[in-house]
């Protein structure tokens, strides 16, 4: 067995940077970065009005209730026909550009207007209520870096700086094949006693949720040939993952064929629980990476090492789980010889971080994945952890109940 972190090491170094492609930005939600974004422009372009109100200049209002005349109103839109002069105002709508001469902004609440004369009811500071050229982003700076993720204020962003398109990682491809005689797909026809692959429909999602353009080959039978013929449909992917046929049974033959007919077995067997039997390799010069066949292993092992993979290759710049400090909520007791990832759920008590085991910790019991959002890493050995115990946890759930 090789540590987590090897394994992971050696997966990494195999993986390409894939090429970079250009996109339209409402195609870019959710892509990685392949360039960095430097600004041509001051946002905002000009001096402008945070609110409606009256542009004033401030040495003109020492004291509350004075009153000064409306030379013009400016609209969001439009701009000033003049310079501001002494003892005037201009009526002014949020985003209109401040006249020349105008220090100040007072809201509109803030004032009483009739017969083209205004009251100025509460002496404003100099520069209120005014947004300046270049405030949020100057021309020449670096506004997004490569590798950084696009999200919808990011997108914002580039809009704001008139780039219709951008320069982003591209999604892998990855081939998604279960195996065994055991399991069926969805709709087929079979025996009550035969088990459904819900990790192909996992594995699926996992990718998709991680940038990657899944390629389903279906379920392969305990037979070379079958087996074979099916990793032939991936000979386009950036990557395969496999579910099953790595562990130590007469039928788990996806090891066997990595070390076959030119294909290469980098290591077999990882030091965690769940998910030790896993694999990597290549099969026909692809990245392989053979997870187990349980299910919260086949999940487990996904986060530690496919889902890096797929976001390097992405050119992502954070490839890992966010990791966490949490205190216990209740007493647990370790008992494993290997590096432990139990799932856990992650809350927000008052100030403190909290978590807890979701229940049963079986790696078949999938659930234990579904109520959780993170995997409490507890080192080997045997141990009870006491209540308020501080451990670490690797997040992995969208939705935290903070």
Known sequence: MIPVEKAREIILSAMPVLPAERVPIHDALGRFLAEDIISTLHIPPFDNSAMDGYAVRTADVSS????????????????????????????????????????????????????????????????????????????????????????????????????????????????????????????????????????????????????????????ARDQHSDLKARL????????????????????????????????????????????KPVAFGTLMGIPTIGLPGNPVSTMTSFYQFARPALLAMQGARNILLPRVRASLSEALKNRSDRPHYIRGILERVGDELTVRPTGPQGSGILTSMAKGNCFMVLPRGMVDLERGTMVECEVFGSELAF
């Open 64 to 219: 509350a209730g004075t009153t000064l005349e409306v030379s013009e109103v400016v609209p969001a839109g439009a701009f000033p026909c003049r310079p501001l002069e002494p003892g005037r105002a201009v009526k002014i709508m949020t985003g209109a550009p401040i006249p020349q001469g105008a220090d100040a902004v007072v809201r509109r609440e803030d004032t009483v207007e009739a017969k083209g004369r205004v009251r100025i009811q509460k002496v404003p500071d100099r520069h209120e209520n005014i947004r300046f050229q270049g405030e949020d982003i100057p021309a020449g700076q670096r506004v997004l870096s490569a590798g950084q993720r696009l999200g919808a204020a990011q997108i914002g962003v580039l809009a704001s700086l008139r780039r219709p398109f951008v320069m982003v990682g591209q999604r892998p491809v990855v081939a998604v094949l279960a195996t065994g005689d055991e399991v069926v797909d969805l709709g087929e026809q079979a025996p009550e006693q035969a088990i459904v692959s819900s990790n192909s429909y996992t594995l699926i999602s996992l990718i998709r949720e991680t940038g990657g353009t899944p390629v389903y080959l279906g379920i």
């Open 232 to 275: 032939s449909w991936a000979c386009r992917a950036d990557l395969i993952l496999t579910s099953g046929g790595v562990s130590m049974g007469d039928y788990d033959m996806v090891r066997e064929i990595m070390q076959k007919d030119g294909n290469s077995l980098a290591f077999w067997t990882v030091d965690m629980k769940p998910g």
